[in-house]
């Protein structure tokens, strides 16, 4: 089919990489179809609530080095439950997604290109479902979505944990202290378990394997003991100890009450630690910082490749798929497949194996 306008948007939490994907749809479409391109602002709310602006060639020349995304992004505007204060100040659930349909006809798009980690492109499953012809781009820092080799962002995130290692060992190294590096990754430990195995981490703690706190304790001890007294520890977020739940923060923004928010793990393992032997410890939370800044090569090429691939997918028909990274190739696979499965490191993988072969501790 020919593609005469068509709208991008931009969903859950951003990560760089981002703007290579809408760099790329635009100049696909303006290039190869003579399109026009429609950027919905702010993820689904400017989808809901009618808040757009043109893309151009010309204004998304200089956009490829740029984290984040020009569009805006929000992990809170799911048009099917989008919650609201009512005048009373409780919280209501309301169903937006007639208007979202209703300004998609309205602004006449021949299809949506839909960037997002899992939850976006869940909604934009159930968008497709309403009539919206959809392509799903996937995009987490986590890397943790199901039908992709990689998200980009990760990468990059990953580095920016690695270059974090890096320092904590000079520092730690000096104060002869315990280090510990918290990341991201809620249900996923690609970050710790690769940044670590590059950062040289000492103990390395994943979703995937709860930890044991005498096994952590025990390397820090054989440190000690071999004439090393620091250690270096990378913990991701949703890490938790045997027998006990993951750490999470209270949410304080009235959308996202019932969300869990990850961070804390790496206070709560510092004060453990604390207790039981005599040694300084310290613990940095990379949060944020790993989702900012510059994309690196890797995942402005893959945010380049699968925007590109993105608009021959909606040329030929294929709507109702995500576009993902099949490594060397960039391939199809239905959203309908995905259905909210995150993709954790299995448990029998090479990359655990090769970490704990090299005496790195994950803590059982
Ligand atoms: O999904 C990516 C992620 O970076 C998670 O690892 C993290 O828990 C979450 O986003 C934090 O999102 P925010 O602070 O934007 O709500």
């Given at each position: 089919?020919?593609?005469?306008?068509?709208?991008i948007?931009?969903?859950g939490?951003?990560?760089t990489?981002?703007n290579?994907?809408i760099?790329a749809?635009?100049?696909?479409?303006?290039?190869?179809q003579?399109?026009e391109?429609?950027?919905?602002?702010?993820?689904?709310?400017g989808?809901?609530?009618?808040?757009?602006?043109?893309?151009t060639?010309?204004?998304?020349?200089?956009?490829?080095?740029?984290?984040?995304?020009?569009l805006?992004?929000?992990?809170?505007?799911?048009?099917?439950?989008?919650?609201?204060?009512?005048e009373?100040?409780?919280i209501?659930?309301?169903?937006y997604?007639r208007?979202?349909?209703?300004?998609?006809?309205?602004?006449?798009?021949d299809?949506?290109?839909?960037?997002?980690?899992?939850?976006?492109?869940?909604?934009?499953y159930?968008?497709?479902?309403?009539?919206?012809?959809?392509?799903?781009i996937p995009k987490?820092?986590?890397?943790?979505?199901?039908g992709?080799?990689?998200t980009?962002g990760?990468q990059?995130?990953?580095?920016?944990?690695?270059d974090?290692l890096?320092?904590?060992?000079?520092?730690?190294r000096s104060?002869?202290?315990?280090?510990?590096?918290?990341?991201?990754?809620?249900?996923a430990?690609?970050?710790?378990?690769?940044a670590?195995?590059?950062?040289r981490?000492?103990?390395?703690?994943?979703?995937?394997?709860?930890y044991?706190m005498?096994?952590?304790?025990?390397?820090?001890k054989l440190?000690?003991?071999?004439?090393?007294?620091y250690?270096?520890?990378?913990?991701?977020?949703?890490?938790?100890e045997?027998g006990?739940?993951?750490?999470?923060?209270?949410?304080?923004?009235?959308?996202?009450q019932?969300?869990?928010?990850?961070?804390g793990?790496?206070?709560y393992?510092a004060?453990?630690i604390?207790?039981?032997?005599?040694?300084?410890?310290?613990?940095?939370?990379?949060?944020h910082t790993?989702?900012?800044?510059?994309?690196?090569?890797?995942?402005?090429?893959l945010?380049?490749r699968?925007?590109?691939?993105?608009?021959q997918?909606?040329?030929?028909g294929?709507?109702?798929?995500?576009?993902?990274?099949?490594?060397?190739?960039i391939?199809l696979?239905?959203?309908?497949?995905?259905?909210g499965i995150?993709?954790k490191?299995?448990l029998?993988?090479?990359?655990?194996?090769?970490?704990?072969?090299?005496?790195?501790?994950?803590g059982?």
């Amino acid at each position: 089919m020919t593609l005469k306008r068509i709208g991008i948007l931009t969903g859950g939490g951003d990560c760089t990489g981002m703007n290579a994907v809408i760099r790329a749809i635009t100049r696909v479409a303006v290039f190869q179809q003579g399109c026009e391109v429609i950027g919905i602002e702010q993820g689904f709310d400017g989808l809901i609530f009618n808040r757009v602006q043109e893309l151009t060639t010309a204004n998304t020349r200089d956009i490829l080095p740029l984290g984040g995304t020009i569009l805006g992004t929000t992990n809170k505007g799911n048009p099917f439950a989008y919650r609201e204060l009512d005048e009373n100040g409780v919280i209501q659930e309301h169903d937006y997604s007639r208007q979202a349909l209703d300004n998609f006809k309205r602004l006449k798009l021949d299809g949506l290109f839909v960037v997002g980690g899992d939850g976006t492109l869940q909604i934009a499953y159930k968008l497709f479902e309403m009539g919206i012809p959809v392509i799903g781009i996937p995009k987490t820092i986590d890397n943790d979505l199901e039908g992709t080799d990689y998200t980009f962002g990760y990468q990059t995130a990953t580095q920016v944990a690695c270059d974090a290692l890096d320092r904590l060992h000079t520092t730690g190294r000096s104060h002869q202290r315990v280090m510990i590096l918290e990341v991201m990754g809620r249900d996923a430990g690609w970050i710790a378990l690769e940044a670590g195995i590059a950062g040289r981490a000492h103990i390395i703690l994943i979703p995937e394997i709860p930890y044991q706190m005498d096994k952590v304790l025990e390397k820090i001890k054989l440190r000690q003991g071999g004439g090393s007294p620091y250690s270096i520890i990378v913990v991701a977020e949703g890490a938790r100890e045997v027998g006990h739940d993951e750490i999470t923060l209270k949410s304080a923004s009235t959308r996202l009450q019932g969300v869990k928010q990850y961070g804390g793990v790496g206070n709560y393992l510092a004060e453990q630690i604390t207790r039981q032997i005599d040694l300084e410890v310290r613990c940095t939370v990379l949060g944020h910082t790993q989702r900012g800044g510059t994309p690196n090569c890797f995942d402005r090429v893959l945010g380049t490749r699968l925007g590109a691939y993105a608009v021959q997918a909606a040329v030929e028909g294929e709507f109702g798929n995500m576009v993902a990274l099949k490594t060397p190739d960039i391939s199809l696979v239905p959203l309908k497949s995905l259905a909210g499965i995150v993709r954790k490191i299995p448990l029998t993988s090479q990359l655990i194996r090769c970490a704990e072969d090299i005496r790195i501790s994950l803590g059982r």
